[in-house]
């Protein structure tokens, strides 16, 4: 029997820091400030280097993970982890994305990571492309809009595999893929100008990154056979506002253009009503013979997901409340109560999605994300009672349960976002925290560092001891 991974989950650019530390390059996030102009940038509309002149960026200092790895990894030790789910910035393997060798100061940063881990019995679980693309492939062929891409990516993974193979036995090729839906630029580093055929370009980097991950999918299966690689999805099913039919046909074309990416990565091949949707709309698209054969032959092994709310779609949006707090939008379901950042919050929804995933694919699950941004207040003796984030937690773990035991969904393992406080992705700021361990660092960039445990270590090191 294979043990369940009991993990927290973190991306590179979110909480390493050093970002130009021993050779690393600059990436698509460390141009994204904090601040008004954020949104803007990372949904494509407004190019990065448009941002204000004295505008600050979370990522270069983030919670420096990099100077601190050791002490966070006898945390999540001590809380009794038996997983981390971490993402390597390629540009400290690549710095520009175009040197024909690695940079070996980078490649021995996640070497001393991974051992560090295994030390502990904690399984490395790797993202290998989290919101991130080297600046250097920016500039030199438009990011994800080129095939040249994919050799690009090939590269970096390649390096990777043959790096840390028999150390990592679950990489996942790209985190969030359907985030290039909303966020292209955070997605895929792309910029889309106002005259641009904005589909296209997107649904164009959605396929190379496809067929990108289809093929490392082949090499990873070459190098090292006992690993695994993983599509992943920012999951949580869309519902219909009501039982009116157009409530109704709406939320299922949601989900179907959310579901796209699995369905390609899971299945090999693309939906019918993509493809009728491509033509009608008059997306021309770079496909060819070879790449569908690549799709088809090589879909990934596990489908591993974040689940922080379901979605709600209505046709008719008039005098009814839009959900603007998250990138998917839809509008605000009457019955669930939300976050402070206007997420909906809604733990029978994990259950639902679990069993929806597993319908379609019948491929085992990882769930690799799943928290609650809240604002935390530390006492004057240092302590943070987070009874809030222990009441989501321990509502998500909950269904989750029921959705393995009684629904007999096959999942591998349970990642929490975050195991530490970090720059929050979609806002920049330190104050939406997620984690289990408290940063002593504000939203302009102050504070020590220093680590805290909170309320919600305790509750989470109790609850996995039991299970
Ligand atoms: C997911 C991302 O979308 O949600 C993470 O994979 C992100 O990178 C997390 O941090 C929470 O979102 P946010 O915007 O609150 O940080």
């Keep these: 029997m294979t043990t369940f991974l009991w993990g927290g989950a973190t991306a590179a650019n979110q909480v390493e820091g050093a970002y130009l530390k021993d050779g690393r390059g600059l990436s698509n996030i460390d141009l994204?400030?904090?601040g008004k102009d954020r949104l803007a940038i990372a949904q494509g509309h407004l190019v990065y280097d448009k941002a204000e002149a004295d505008a600050f960026y979370p990522s270069h200092e983030a919670v420096d993970?990099?100077?601190?790895?050791k002490e966070d990894i006898a945390l999540m030790a001590e809380a009794g982890l038996n997983a981390y789910r971490f993402s390597i910035a390629w540009s400290r393997i690549f710095p520009t994305g175009l040197e024909?060798?690695?940079?070996e100061a980078g490649l021995q940063f996640y070497e001393r990571v991974i051992d560090e881990l295994l030390k502990n019995g904690i399984e490395p679980i790797v993202t290998i492309c989290h919101f991130d693309v080297p600046k250097g492939l920016m500039d030199a062929c438009g990011s994800w809009r080129s095939r040249e891409m994919i050799n690009h990516y090939e590269k970096y993974s390649?390096?990777?595999?043959?790096?840390f193979k028999g150390k990592v036995k679950y990489w996942i090729s790209f985190n969030e893929i359907n985030m290039i839906l909303h966020k292209p630029f955070t997605g895929a580093g792309i910029a889309i100008g106002p005259d641009e055929k904005r589909q296209e370009i997107i649904y164009q980097a959605a396929h190379y990154e496809m067929v990108a991950s289809a093929l490392v999918t082949k090499r990873l299966r070459e190098i090292d056979p006992a690993a695994q690689l993983g599509a992943m999805l920012a999951a949580g099913d869309y519902y219909p506002y009501s039982a009116n039919p157009e409530d109704v046909r709406l939320a299922q074309e949601n989900n179907q253009k959310n579901f796209f990416f699995l369905d390609v990565q899971g299945r090999g091949a693309y939906p019918l009503?993509?493809?009728r949707m491509f033509e009608r709309e008059g997306l021309s698209l770079d496909m060819t013979a070879s790449d569908l054969a690549t799709l088809a032959a090589y879909p990934c092994d596990f489908i591993s997901f974040s689940y922080y709310a379901s979605r709600t779609s209505k046709a008719d949006t008039r005098n009814i409340?839009?959900?603007?707090?998250?990138a998917?939008?839809?509008?605000?379901?009457?019955?669930l109560d939300q976050s402070e950042w206007g997420w909906m919050i809604d733990p029978l929804g994990l259950r639902i999605v679990m069993n929806t995933i597993w319908d379609r694919y019948q491929k085992p699950l990882l769930l690799v994300e799943n928290g609650l941004g809240a604002k935390d207040k530390v006492t004057t003796d240092g302590h943070i009672q987070d009874d809030y984030r222990i009441a989501y937690l321990e509502a998500h773990l909950k269904e989750m349960d029921i959705a393995m035991r009684e629904d007999g969904i096959p999942l591998l393992g349970f990642m929490m976002w975050s195991f530490i406080d970090l720059v929050s992705s979609s806002t920049g700021e330190m104050s939406k925290r997620y984690g289990l361990v408290y940063v002593d660092r504000d939203d302009t960039g102050k504070g020590s560092q220093k680590r805290l445990k909170k309320a919600s270590f305790n509750w989470f090191k109790e609850y996995i001891a039991t299970k």
């Excluded at 390649?158 to 790096?163: A, H, Q, S």
């Excluded at 998917?328 to 019955?335: D, E, F, M």
């Design 328 to 335: 998917a939008g839809g509008v605000v379901n009457p019955y």
């Design 65 to 69: 993970f990099y100077h601190h790895y």
């Design 158 to 163: 390649v390096t990777l595999f043959e790096r």
């Design 100 to 103: 024909t060798s690695p940079n």
């Design 273 to 275: 009503w993509a493809l």
């Design 321 to 326: 409340e839009l959900n603007t707090g998250n």
């Design 32 to 34: 994204l400030p904090h």
